[in-house]
């Protein structure tokens, strides 16, 4: 199931909350304030929706997954020698890395990711074959 963003989740919350005071301001405002009331709840809730999406568009960088789980299974391309540690950069991000099989991998080498600790991944060398 896809995780929703926090403008999503947002909406989710303003919506109801939005609803609820028109319902609530239509019934016991005079009709001569409702009209002002609808214009300005509409500009208040415009300008929150603007904020919170303006703060969360730059949170994550859409180009890579958001943590270390998740690049399991994802390739990328070694930058330091794995000889057993070094350097991967895989989603345009730079991952510390260790081989698996502990034999060093070569600058350039194409490689998997297998497994995640913290910040570190332990990647495969991946076969061009």
């Known amino acids: 199931m896809k995780r929703l963003s926090k403008r999503q989740k947002t909406a989710l919350i303003t919506l109801p ?5 028109m319902v ?15 214009i300005g709840w509409c500009i208040l809730v415009s300008l929150w929706e603007w904020y919170v999406g303006s703060r969360s568009k ?14 399991i299974s994802s390739q990328g391309i070694v930058v330091k020698e794995c000889g057993p540690s070094g350097t991967v950069r895989i989603g ?5 890395a260790k ?3 502990g034999s060093p991998i070569d600058v ?10 913290g910040l570190l991944v332990f990647v495969e060398q991946l076969d061009d074959k």
């Not at 909350?17 to 005071?21: C, E, N, Y």
């Not at 730059?58 to 690049?71: C, I, Q, V, Y």
């Not at 350039?108 to 600790?117: C, D, I, M, P």
């Open 58 to 71: 730059n949170t994550r960088d859409s180009r890579s997954p958001s943590g270390p789980l998740e690049l």
């Open 108 to 117: 350039g080498e194409k490689v998997v990711v297998r497994h995640a600790e």
């Open 24 to 38: 609530a301001a239509w019934m016991l405002l005079p009709e001569r304030y409702f009209l002002f009331f609808l």
């Open 17 to 21: 909350i939005a609803i609820g005071a």
């Open 92 to 96: 345009g991000e730079l991952w510390n």
């Open 99 to 101: 081989s698996l099989s």
